[in-house]
């Protein structure tokens, strides 16, 4: 990214709310029917253990802001782990950054766990990283760079 003052702003907006669930097509068939959302993308994420879906709810400073419908691939994935110890609800929080290396430096340098080296692959093709949950008030927080669009 090229550098200008946009880069020293942390978040630019919610980027998804990140919900646990056992059935994905259950799921979505409820969200978009209560709240007449539009799934703009399905993924299976390997890396991340998920099967997940993107439902649009508006565009926003740097890309868009989403719900992100998750379900495990596995029992001892972090959702499916997550699911097991606390049952369907929210899972984490994704903010939207500038530049995702820049964020992880930035919040890393104040004592705040990363818990990716390096940034991952995230949702349409956006770059992520997570935060330690205790070392954010008990949420499990991703940075998210969305794609260039
Ligand atoms: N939100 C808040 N707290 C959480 C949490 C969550 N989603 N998941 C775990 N915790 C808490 C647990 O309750 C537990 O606290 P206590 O010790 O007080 O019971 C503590 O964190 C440790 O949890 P754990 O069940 O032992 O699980 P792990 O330490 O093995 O893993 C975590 C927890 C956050 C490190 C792991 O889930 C992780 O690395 N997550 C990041 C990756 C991820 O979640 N990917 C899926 C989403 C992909 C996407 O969004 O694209
Ligand atoms: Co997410």
Redesign the pocket.
Known sequence: MIATEVDLIMFMRID?I?I?CHDLEEKIALFTELFDLTVVAREV?EE???K?AMLHIADGAGGGSYI?L?EPLSAD???G??LA??GEGV??V?FGVPDVGQAMEQVGSKGVRL??ERPRH??MGSS?A?L???DVG???T?LVQAADR
């Open positions: 998804h990140g646990a994420n991340q253990g998920v997940e992100q998750l994935s972090p959702v782990k997550f110890k606390r899972h984490h994704a818990l990716d995230g949702s992520i997570f330690h949950p205790k008990g949420m499990l991703e």
